[in-house]
């Protein structure tokens, strides 16, 4: 079973930065794209950031300017770095990540989130 474990939240005061990060293990050879989604109390889960394993990225337009997503393969874990946080920004941040395990299998994943608050 894959594992994604999520560090890097916590309480920030507008305008700060934070650097999230998730790291996956179980068995994987192999992640095809690696993504950031977030979601905010009474709000449905919305894409932050996705990286392609080509590094191709795709950033929603609420962040884009602002954060940035990146990976290391061999090390399995991707990092959003945020900045100039807004107190719209608050919720939490969940990671997925999909590709393949020894064995062939196919997997897709989340993290168990982490909780980011921009509070003055």
């Known amino acids: 079973q894959v594992q994604l474990v999520e560090s890097g939240g916590g309480l920030v005061q507008p305008g700060g930065s934070l650097r999230l990060s998730c790291a996956a293990s179980?068995?994987?050879?192999?992640?095809?794209?690696m993504g950031w989604y977030r979601q905010a109390p009474g709000k449905e889960r919305e894409l932050v950031a996705t990286?392609?394993?080509?590094?191709?990225?795709n950033y929603s337009d609420s962040v884009k300017g602002r954060f940035t997503i990146s990976r290391d393969n061999a090390k399995k874990t991707v990092w959003l770095q945020m900045n100039t946080l807004k107190p719209e920004d608050t919720a939490v941040y969940y990671c997925?990540?999909?590709?393949?395990?020894?064995?062939?299998?196919?997997?897709?994943?989340w993290g168990q989130g982490t909780q980011v608050t921009v509070s003055s």
């Open positions: 990286i392609t394993s080509a590094g191709i990225t």
């Open positions: 179980g068995g994987v050879i192999y992640i095809n794209t």
């Open positions: 997925n990540m999909d590709g393949r395990r020894w064995g062939g299998a196919s997997f897709g994943s």
